[in-house]
């Protein structure tokens, strides 16, 4: 990460004030509740003008006044002229030469102000830096800077080639993080399946049982509570939204580790019956199995979407379906 020369906390209400009148509501506030559950915004003002890097070549330069938004998709832009609202750029630079009176956001780049430039907005950067070459920059007194300088070539990658995220590449390091995943979730399963074993045991049954019916009421429960959360962002005030928005979160990282163990351990008792049954049959090869079966289909290019997509639809549906035992009761054998 960058290092940023000065800090201080700013309100997460300004925040979302002053990036409303650059982005429709909607879109900034949702990409504000992820960028509070990751803890990823750091604040900063001032960069030493000696790490400014060269200006890209290739950037579409934005000459003469603009009234709406300046926009760059996959390429960075260069506004040598006025826009007088804001400006955005997905996948490159926000270099600024000229004036741009509203916000300047940069998602895997920096923002760039050169001498005699001027930005009357906040500067808001994920994945890259904040760049001005005068010690005092032409700015708006009252406007803040939003940084965070890590996974810079990750995002600009991802912004200007949407695509590969359905291919992904293989690489020594690529494996050892999915080796560390593995290892990650099979301590967790083993921890909460020492810790709530009785839990887990239903969970397991009921996914064998009714896999369809929980499938079907995670995916009735995953829209439900997005359309409520688009409706709080929509009609409640800022503070209330966040509050409502960062409580589903919860509810789906809960879920999220919940139903993961409990898909893992049905999955590795599967493998166990049907491949393994005169290896072992302890728990703990049961979750070894299934954590490794899961890690494995969600590496393959173009799979691994619909495979995280069903872990999530499941997850939520074991979560909701939680604490029901009464009603999960196995069909009769006729």
């Not at 996959?74 to 004036?99: L, M, N, W, Y």
């Not at 890590?150 to 695509?163: I, K, T, W």
């Not at 019916?213 to 509570?225: D, F, K, N, Q």
Request: aromatic share 8%.
């Amino acid at each position: 990460m960058t290092p940023i020369s000065q800090a201080s906390a700013v309100p997460i209400s300004s925040h979302l004030a002053a990036a409303e009148r650059l982005l429709p509501r909607r879109v900034f506030h949702l990409f504000a509740l992820v960028s509070m559950l990751l803890v990823t915004v750091v604040v900063g003002r001032a960069q030493d003008p000696a790490a400014l890097r060269s200006v890209d070549p290739a950037a579409q330069v934005i000459d003469g006044v603009i009234d709406g938004n300046a926009w760059g998709l996959g390429k960075s832009i260069r506004i040598t002229g006025r826009v007088k609202q804001g400006a955005v750029a997905f996948g490159g630079d926000v270099i600024v030469e000229g004036t741009v009176d509203g916000d300047v956001a940069a998602i895997g780049g920096s923002v760039i102000q050169l001498d005699g430039a001027r930005i009357g907005g906040d500067v808001l950067v994920f994945g890259g830096t904040y760049h001005h070459v005068a010690k005092a920059p032409d700015r708006n007194p009252a406007s803040t800077t939003i940084m965070y300088a890590g996974y810079e070539q990750e995002l600009h990658d991802m912004m200007r080639s949407p695509g590969s995220l359905l291919s992904p590449r293989w690489s020594p390091t690529s494996m050892g993080l999915r080796l560390l995943a593995i290892l990650f979730w099979f301590i967790i399963s083993l921890a909460l399946t020492a810790a709530m074993p009785g839990a887990i045991s239903r969970g397991v049954a009921r996914l064998q049982l009714t896999s369809l019916r929980v499938a079907i009421i995670g995916l009735l429960g995953a829209l439900v509570a997005f359309g409520g959360v688009t409706a709080c962002l929509s009609l409640l005030p800022g503070a209330f939204s966040a509050m409502i928005g960062i409580m589903v979160l919860l509810l789906f990282l809960v879920a999220g580790v919940f139903g993961r163990v409990v898909i893992y351990a049905a999955t590795g008792r599967w493998l166990q019956r049907r491949y393994f049954s005169m290896v072992s049959n302890s728990e703990s090869t049961a979750l070894l199995l299934g954590v490794v079966f899961w890690a494995i289909l969600s590496s393959l290019p173009y799979v691994w979407p619909l495979t995280i997509g069903a872990i999530i639809v499941l997850s939520l549906g074991l979560a909701l379906t939680a604490g029901r035992g009464t009603i999960w009761k196995k069909a009769r054998v006729a």
